[in-house]
C-alpha cells in the first residue's frame, strides 16, 4: 500500500508542478526526458525494459520540443497524418503502455486535449512508467502486465518510438528541423 501512495504523490507532484499557470512559464528542462537519465548499475529485466522508456522519452521529448502550428499541420501527402495527429496517437500509445504495466493509477481520461498538455502527459506517463520499472526495491513482475509485455515492447513502444521518427520528417518537410544538438547515443545534448 505504501508502494502505491508513493507514486500517487508522485503523480500528484508532478501535476501540480506542470498544469495550470506554471505550463505558461514552464522552460524544456523541467520536463522528463530533456535528457536520459544516468543508467542503473545493474541489469534486471526492469531497469533494462526502463532503458527503452527512457530512449522513447527522449526521442519524443526532441521530436516535439519547439513544434510550431505550422509544423503540427503539417502532413507530406493527403492520406497522411499530420504531425498534431501524429503526437495524439503516441499520446494514446503512453496510455497503452502505463495502464498495461501499471495494476492502479490508471490513465483513463478520455477529455480531447490541445498538444502542449498532449505532450506533458505523454513525458509524465512515460517517465511514471520507467521509474516504477527501474525500482528494485518495489519492482514491478513483468510477467504479470494487463498484457504480455513482449507485446509491450514490440507494440506500443516500437510504434511509438517509429512515429517519433515520422514526427522529425515532418518538421523537416515544415521547415523546421530537429536540433542538430541532440544524441540519441548519449542521451543527451552535444556541447
Known sequence: M?????????IILSLIVFTGNAQDNMTSEKLPFYEIPEAPETYTA???????????GFRYFWST?????????HKCSESGRTSAETIEHIYGLSKFIRNAVLSHDKDLDIEVIGFEAQRM?????????????????????LE??????WNIINGPIADATWHCGQ???LRRASGNPFNSKVSVFAGKLKA
Do not use: C, W, Y
Open 65 to 73: 520540443e519547439g513544434l510550431t502550428e505550422k509544423d503540427l499541420n
Open 144 to 149: 504479470e502486465t494487463e498484457v504480455p509485455f
Open 46 to 56: 526492469g531497469t533494462v525494459a526502463a532503458r527503452m522508456i527512457d530512449g522513447l
Open 2 to 10: 505504501m508502494f502505491v501512495n508513493k507514486f500517487k504523490l508522485l
Open 121 to 141: 502527459q505523454t513525458l509524465l506517463n512515460l517517465k511514471l512508467v520507467s521509474d516504477l520499472l527501474r525500482d528494485t526495491e518495489n519492482p514491478i513482475n
Open 167 to 169: 514526427i522529425v520528417m
